[in-house]
């Protein structure tokens, strides 16, 4: 492709020679000949002067370049689109493949295509141009939009009721029973039916292996735009605001509140019946026990502020050498205990 | 439904006007006209004076309220089971979908619903009144008892064995390979042929996508009533007692004895070959490295008492101060070091 | 089965009755008579002179026991080839299942068992003698090798290549859309498309619903013979060398570095574009968030060396004691503060 096509599919400026040809998008630290890369953050500058790209995306105010660029105030973004351009997508059967069983009742919108061994129950309604691929069941009385995207294997439970612009990758579960079980008289475990929903707002995303329960009354929501990574499990009655990201194996307990543009970092926990405030970050691994005010950057478990948890560390590792110091002062002080403790 | 009917259905003393109407069973905190809620834990009754729930399920002691009342010793199992009369199951397809795939000779019970794609291998047998979804497979010679549900893309491997009343959520696989290879002189990974089975006891329930392996010798055990969580994996040669409680996300490595009526939180970890104690719990993310005694109430990696843990944990963040009053000590005592550490 | 029969097969020195009969293979601390035991470890040579069994494994210059022994420089490894030996698997349904759906150009070699409900899209490649379970989807287009093994409900995507002698098992994900959105201006998260794929070398094994992303660009790697457990997140662009180990709900950030003959504990974490050098070993939920030399052994979040990790464990429930000895040290000194914590 000509980069003054990619320039304006973009939205970029260009500067350089129109008419280099672009067979590749690529990272600027392995880039070839024919390769269009980017740079976004400044420490990728110092590849600017070897890399063998034949065009870079940059931001507007960086000097010009030996090679010809794309200027655009977002380069990492510009990239990302240009990925889009040179992205070629596995072929789509068109249609209901033979072997899928669909619900005389089920509603299915025009354009869809439908794998095979694919199971729509009763009552379900589909949205146009949805692409449901093989071995997906869609349980009873589901409501989906527009443009559903379903990998191979992805399980939506009875009622669950999903948004357009929707993908669940291969396994993913959605609308599994709530854990949830009471001691009885009888000295065993009584299942809580969990009578509730799913709710996943358009665009919604959900990783691989994912599992979203279901709630005991009412609905565990996932707000609009908000991507789950990889074998995250959301507990029953969850609910998840706009545009939120929780990395692979992350998991909330029940009842937990997480606000919109909340980062979560893999193999977080919450322990649930509990708020993470709008814009706040969490660093891989935190623990949550508590609320989390808004805008907050934490780590930690329990979580505290992201500072504090990185201190907490490095002093950790310096108790030793606390414990030494204490003992010569307490020696100094002839203070000496007879059970003194010892590293 | 009447109040009375749900009295009578539920074993409460009624308080009240019996033809009270009920539509729904909710949580006090957002119950509505039409509700029926409960409460149990005394820091829910600041809920009473302002719920608008139609009637309430409380202790016998409780004060007489404005609403009519269910009284039980079991506030909570009673709510527990009024959800059940309110809950309203999928259709449940009757007999075997003609897109089953199901073994000359396997032996299923009288009652089954089994749907489309599932499949039976040789020599399994199924007790009455089974459940089993699409895309379910049962692999040779498994044994399972009666009323078995298996949610969609379950996976049963060969030999394994199932008892009455088990619950298995979708993805979830049983009798998976347990993980164990031997380096050889040749420099490889052999793999250690996993020869043994899973027993599931009765009344099992299995989380969504989880995992449990096959021994390599002998059985994996799960007994009776336990609970798995979504996204658990249970390692090779473990055994678990009845009623204990696995949460989500919770990993037992090889050869973990886990004892009966055992809490283990989210994402807890144990290293193997030990013993958690009857009646033991954990708090979240606990990280198990050796025995725990029956009864142990534990925390942190590795598990300590909870109380210990969290001081532990409280301490951690004072590390700074510490620091800080031990080098004005030494500064005062003129024991200032040279290679004094900086906080 | 005769001990000198076995002898030979294990190319094991006989020394006690050729005829003695093993009927099973089995641990020492639990084997009967009939069995075929071994003791590698030390710790287990006090069941040297209880033991049930009929015949043991072990190493050359151990004393002559009471009952037929087979010496090797191995006894683990002759361990498990003992059990493949006594190992039956279940039955193998031959050739192609005639409800699997084949595309017309998917090439699969000669000895294919290929079961019910399984999916073969365009394009693909496999070699001679593949097992794929029921309900398997290989989507457009992946290669794969000889002798592939897929338990049910595995999903290969679009384009992945695999080498020889690869086992999925059940529910595993290779390939699924990597991690990555980008904010736009419009207030949105717009998705990456993911054009990488995934790269499995020989020998390598996935275990039950494990999760594989493709890359962005290029190629997420696993070297030959690398075993990965249940439930490993493995990032979109990671590369992980030969024969290393990932023990399960281990999660690797994208585009992590793992060497060789890497052990990885449980639940371990990396935060994504960082080295783990050759040959190191990583404690059950070891959190990375920077290199790793080769041949470290570490533990921790972050990681530090073992003995480091474990003495500050130590160490931090020794911190009430610290304080208490720092406040009595400042009494002696008349340096208390007002301000001074409590612990």
Known sequence: MRLDEI?????????????????????????????????????YRRYLSTTQASALIVAPDLDDLDVPTLRTTEPYLAFARALRLFYVAPPRQEGIHAT?????????????????????EGGVRIGTDATIASGVTICHGAVIGDRFTAYPRVTVREAVRIGNDVILHA?????????GYVPSAAGVLEKIVQGGTVILGDEVEVGANATIDRATVGATVVGRGSKIDNLVQIGHGCEIGEFSVLAAQTGLAGSTRVGSWVQMGGQTGTTGHLTIGDLSRLAARTGVVSDIAPG????????????AWRRSRVLLNKLGDVLRRLRRLEKALGADEDSAPSP
């Open 7 to 43: 320039a304006r599919a973009l939205d970029c400026e260009l500067r350089g020679a129109p008419d280099t040809e672009i067979v590749r998008v690529w990272p600027i630290e392995t880039a070839a000949a024919g390769d269009l890369s980017f740079v976004a953050n400044p420490r």
């Open 100 to 120: 899928a069983v669909i619900a005389g009742d089920a509603q299915i919108g025009a354009g869809a295509s439908i794998g095979p061994h694919a199971v729509v």
């Open 171 to 179: 396994g993913a579960v959605i609308g599994s029973d709530g854990f």
């Open 296 to 307: 907050s950057v934490v780590g930690g478990y329990p979580a505290v502020p992201i500072e």
